[in-house]
């Protein structure tokens, strides 16, 4: 069976060291929080400026103040900082995070990712932290459908859309497979009920 | 003992130039000086470039000074966001003018241009569409971009505490790029929800030394 | 929860390699963290290049690891104090090179050590002899010198108090050069003289965040 | 009468502007602090990390956490703030002291400044935070003796020893006279007990 969302993230949360400092994108792979035991003593970095952030802020805890990177209201663990955008970007850019997960619209067999911009004439372009994300932590995964809703590959041989970053990724995560990308080109590291033919077929890479 | 206080948001405000390149602190509404975003609307600079990490949210704000026409450019990391609808029209218009910046090359820029930094080569945004045109070279094997130091003649400060020779502490994560911009403009205003005495807050804990402000509003 | 708590000196500088770059923090004494300096001494490693405003200061500190021989090269803003002598007389007979940086320009090599920037254009020894054969470029008007940043194998912190998860605090001047140091290794140590519970430092006032700390010792 | 060190510092401090923002480098400006009315409201710097430095500490009030550039005790006003180096001298080269006080050996009619090596072969070079000093501030000015033991004019047409920054002084503060350096020459602005043809024979110099 192929993975669900939320299963998605428990595979990558089973990927992450002990110990890791982590910075989860906006989007799904905040998802990955969930299943981070406490015991894995893992902490969550967000680039608006904060090391040691908890979950999600509910109810009398919502404070204006206190939100992630997506702009939702968090809370704070014992054994948090805050620091200004300079000293969190410096953070990220100065390779200190272990692991960066991020969401996409394409990743290329090299590691290039795309996830800021369509390219689209019409669209806005609207980068955030995407580009420093993406050239900062020592391992950037990217989690990420791997068909389109049109049934194309999102792991490509080249990107089509406007690159955030060139070969920044190492491990993409998909519903399917798990790939490892870079210089070496993709190779398949794990698979949910699908074979490696039907994954060279689905992407039309060749695949090993 | 000396005072950057001023009485209210009309002083705090006062000769704001037009066409001023205007820093604004905050990241979506944390941290953003909306009492001193309202107080320039009503003072009536117009031709604005503003730097700030969004481009203004719902009509509040950064969103109010747009709607009003005062703003010539923005510069900004991320502008589309659920309730940026004041900016996409004007955008789509060709009435305002846009400068995407990646958000910690923004951080790092500002901080350029406030700590006497020619410029800075930076790994980030290499080989994208962000970095076209901009000079690259590779350091010890690894590509970098150079970017250029922001300043401003303004920037309008969202702190928490401050006393009256100007010493800024900020309030988790509403701290965000108020430090940096106190440093890099000509003119430096700070809206504070509570003034406190000269020597209660405490000197390893200041972010903002009051050498970086140069007016103080209660707000 | 973890812990980076190691046990004593000679745990804390456990497996420094010979012929590593070392970041030493501390202004003269204030914030020098000499109980790790002399377990490195005990450790044995040698022929290392160290990274300090000054070249250490009477018999003590950086000085002891000049008189044993285990240090190749001093990188400083002010190798000659009052109470340098064992400097000046290694140096005087070439048993010890020397590289003199302005100390701001020190101090921001380091930063961008740690911040992950290439390069960076300082106006700072423009015209003098310590930008001899260094690239300059002329920014709006105005020369200024490339400068490269600095990393270290390894940092020596002397911070005030602690946690176990590294976040550190210092003491009034002692912060000095400790803070970018901090974030410019690949194994920052930082001796405490108070270890205390995680939660009990104020995360507005944490200077240097756990991230950046690999191990903590009470000294 | 020419001015002793002590009435040259006060001088100098009579040209410090209400609410002045200043470094006094080590050495004789350090007297200058002395001079310094509290209702002047002048805040100090010190390069190591500090705003709002007091007087020099004696007795219970040493504390060797606490020490200004030339690493003597010193004290803590309120509303002090401590820093980096790396925040102290951004705040100086990003230029928001309004004035720094050096020592000299050498100044040139133009406002070049030599005041950290001798230039002898023999001397270990040592900088400090000369360099930062003196580019850093909008206004630097320079607190010496006209003339060297032997007699020399310390201001001159160029300077032999090696330069700790170019262009950067604006202001001579000596003894026998306050020089105005920059682009434009050398010019008398205030004379101590001695005629300008005095001075002109003193430095060798065409001083107006």
Redesign the interface.
Known sequence: MTLDRDALAARIARDIPYGAYVNLGIGAPTMIADHLPAELDVTLHTENGMLGMGPAAVGDAIDGDLINAGKQPVTELAGAAYFSQADSFAMMRGGHLDVCVLGAYQVSTGGDLANWHTGGADAIPAVGGAMDLAIGAKQVWVMMDLLTKDGASKLVEACSYPLTGVGCVSRVYTERAVFEVGAQGARVLDTFDVTLDELRSLTGLDLA | ??SKLVPDLAAAVDGVADGSTVLIGG?????QPLALIDALLDQGAADLTIVN?NAGNADFGIARLLANGRVRKVVC?????SDSYVF?EL??AGKVD?E??????L??R?????????????????????AEGKET?V??G?T?VLE?PIRGDVALIGA?RG?Q?G?L????????????MA??ATLTIASVHEIVP??S???????T????VDRVVAA
């Open positions: 003992m000396r990241f979506g509404l944390a941290g990490n990391s991320f502008p589309r966001q996409d955008y789509r846009l995407v910046v990646p958000q910690g090359n951080a790092e500002i901080r350029a241009g406030g700590a006497g930094i020619g410029g800075f080569f930076t790994p980030t945004g290499v080989g994208t569409l962000l070279r350091i010890e690894r970098y250029s928490f006393d020779l010493n502490v900020y309030r988790k994560t509403s701290r965000n790029f108020n430090p940096m440093t890099a000269v020597g807050l405490d000197p390893e804990a200041v972010v030394p009051g050498i970086f």
